[in-house]
């Protein structure tokens, strides 16, 4: 199965626009066919510069290597192209448009038209004013304009020969009902009174945008064109294109629309819905193709993590819905925590440790970094989070009483001295190579009945002893200086005896 993606250069490569991008890449794969890059580019005027090498680069960061087409730069910024059915830039196809329209226009499929603006103008206005809401140039009107049709033929010929500007338009056939499948909505119906007579080579020479892919589908032998629901409404033209040039179409799937939280359309204007911007945030690319997989496709079962490869083997049309998808970035989140968790400790310390150290210098080299790292990555979502929340073990925070003391936990200010003193002497006599998580929690627990209990052996009282909150808060407390961080034991064994019983120290010191 050969699919492609055939983005125009008009911006950042939107999040929709990956999707589809996946879509196809995944039917291609699945079948061990081809994912081809076209560049859409013959609307110069709203090129924008940049936006073909964010295409690119956006794909490659998301793992959506096109084998076909153009697959990168060279150093000197020139388009590396692969693949015999080239060039795959449209606007090096020019000649190859042009001829194609003049097909058209032999064959009776098109008509070149000399209509100026204001030409066009008055014959809307007419239109509208005779009850026509949205007037346009099609068979209703065709035969009252200045064309091909209605024109005498050598008026024609001396028209083109003196240069005068025209367009060639597709000529619609009257009365006529397309039905086409569409592998996403089933059964489609247009009438053709309702499509207009589309421009189909611009009077710069220049094609549109109808005319140059439906030509490229063909040449380029795609055998699906997946696209953005937004395109249905040309399904009719393109048929109607495939039909007068004698070929046969491929098949076509329109994927739903994204929708915003509020059920509005998610458009490139709201600044976010650039791939890049989610990238620029920190998002993993297993988290974003995991979640845009997800939009508009139903996985079936309760599974919800895929990867890539993943993808390839579940994927399927049938179970992508025809209803708008609706972004919701908080599943986003969540998916983001859940590939973050699923990184090789060694390889998720590594990608965090030169953000810490932008901030902190030491974690550069420090050995025991990867204990620290793991202390964190069930916690993290984003990478650039680290620094803050590993900034203890770099920075020994201040003792701040407001924190220490929690009414909620029972450590009251006037009790602070005691628990202090209780947790210097008991893991003072922890043995330095002892100094573990497990036996950390075992001694405070014997210490603290040993200390505090009242009665006898056999009438022992434990309602004297301290609760493990009343211990453990003010600990991890002093140790981090953070409200939520991991356990007290876990940090305390990274942080080492020694430096856990200076903060200590310190600490009551400042309190006392
Ligand atoms: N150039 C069109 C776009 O930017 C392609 C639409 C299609 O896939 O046919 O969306």
Not at 321 to 332: M, N
Not at 366 to 390: C, G, N, S, Y
């Amino acid at each position: 199965m050969r699919t492609r993606f055939p983005p125009s250069p008009t911006g950042m490569l939107h999040v929709g626009g990956l999707r589809t991008a996946l879509y196809n890449f995944l039917l291609a794969k699945q079948t061990g066919g081809t994912f081809i890059l076209r560049i859409e580019d013959t609307d110069q005027e709203r090129s924008v510069e940049g936006a073909v090498e964010n295409i690119v680069k956006t794909l490659r960061w998301a793992g959506l290597e096109p084998d076909e087409g153009l697959t990168g730069f060279s150093t000197n910024g020139n388009p590396i192209e692969q693949g015999d059915k080239g060039p795959y830039i449209q606007s090096k196809r020019l000649k190859l448009y042009r001829e194609y329209a003049q097909k058209l226009l032999q064959s009776g499929h098109a008509y070149s038209a000399f209509d100026t603006k204001e030409e066009l103008d008055r014959m809307r206005e007419e239109e509208q004013r005779a009850g026509n809401p949205a007037p346009k140039y099609d068979l209703s009107v065709r035969m009252r304009m200045r064309n091909s049709l209605t024109m005498d033929g050598k008026e024609v010929q001396k028209k083109i020969a003196a240069s005068d500007p025209y367009v060639i338009r597709l000529k619609v056939p009257e009365s006529r009902t397309f039905i086409a499948n569409d592998e996403i909505r089933g059964k489609v119906e247009f009438k053709s009174s309702t499509v207009d007579d589309t421009v189909l080579l611009k009077s710069d020479g220049f094609p549109t945008y109808h005319l140059a892919n439906v030509v490229d589908d063909h040449l380029m032998e795609v055998d699906l064109v997946l696209r953005g629901e937004e395109w249905l409404p040309s399904l009719p033209k393109h048929l109607l294109l495939y039909e007068a040039f004698g070929w046969n179409p491929p098949k076509f799937a329109h994927v739903p629309l994204l929708l915003n939280k509020g059920g509005g359309k998610l458009s490139k204007r709201q600044g976010d819905a650039s791939a890049s911007d989610f990238i620029e945030k920190g998002y993993l690319p297993e988290a974003m193709i995991n979640f845009l997989a997800l939009l508009g496709w139903n996985p079936g079962g309760t599974e919800e993590i895929f990867s890539l490869k993943e993808l390839i083997k579940s994927f399927s049309l049938e179970r992508v819905q025809k209803g708008g998808a609706v972004f919701d970035t908080e599943k986003l989140d969540w998916l983001q925590g859940q590939w973050m968790r699923k990184i090789p400790l060694e390889e998720f310390a590594e990608s965090i440790r030169p953000v810490v150290a932008k901030q902190y210098p030491a974690a550069a080299d420090d050995a025991e970094f990867t204990k620290k790292a793991a202390l964190i990555q069930e916690r993290v979502t984003f990478f650039h989070e680290a620094p803050q929340m590993l900034s203890y073990f770099y920075e020994p925070p201040t003792s701040d009483t407001a924190l220490i003391a929690n009414k909620k936990q029972n450590v009251t200010p006037d009790l602070l001295p005691t628990i202090l003193k209780f947790l210097i002497d008991s893991l003072s006599s922890i043995p330095r190579e002892e100094w573990r998580e497990e036996v950390i929690s075992n001694v405070l627990k014997s210490s603290n009945i040993g200390l505090f209990a009242t009665g006898s052996r056999d009438t022992i009282d434990l309602s004297t002893c301290l609760n493990k909150g009343q211990y453990l808060w003010p600990l991890r407390a002093i140790l981090t200086g953070l409200s939520y961080s991991p356990g007290a034991f876990e940090v305390a064994e990274v942080l080492g005896k020694e430096e856990t019983l200076k903060r200590l120290k310190k600490a009551l010191k400042t309190l006392a």
